[in-house]
């Protein structure tokens, strides 16, 4: 079992950026794949990015290449998603994930566990 809570979300303006950390619960942690997803209202949940349990594979969805970096620290069960050059369609609730899988996962069936979610607002 792992459980996960995400924290640091909040409002920015377009161009700024935000720090997302999950701090995961259980000792499995370290063998989770781990995941952010987002969802808009309205619209359903998309996957963000992903790293492997060691950190050494990293995978992202297009839109944020660049922009966006995942990041891991096993040591205190916290994955973070570290979002630079903010816009508005990044404005989502934000939501960290575990898959019990080696490889780097993007659906999110393959997921395990959640988060509860955080808001990120970007105001243009």
């Known amino acids: 079992q792992v459980q996960l809570v995400e924290s640091g979300g909040g409002l920015v303006q377009a161009g700024g950026s935000l720090r997302l950390s999950c701090v995961a619960s259980?000792?499995?942690?370290?063998?989770?794949?781990m995941g952010w997803f987002r969802q808009a209202p309205g619209k359903e949940r998309d996957f963000v990015a992903a790293?492997?349990?060691?950190?050494?594979?990293?995978f992202y969805t297009d839109s944020v290449k660049g922009r966006f970096t995942i990041s891991r620290d096993n040591a205190k069960n916290t994955v973070y998603l570290q979002m630079n050059s903010l816009k508005s369609e990044d404005t989502a609730v934000y939501y960290c994930?575990?898959?019990?899988?080696?490889?780097?996962?993007?659906?999110?069936?393959?997921?395990?566990?959640w988060g509860q979610g955080i808001q990120v607002t970007v105001s243009s």
């Open positions: 994930a575990c898959a019990a899988d080696s490889r780097v996962v993007v659906q999110t069936h393959h997921y395990d566990y």
């Open positions: 259980g000792r499995t942690f370290s063998r989770c794949t």
């Open positions: 790293i492997n349990w060691s950190g050494g594979s990293t």
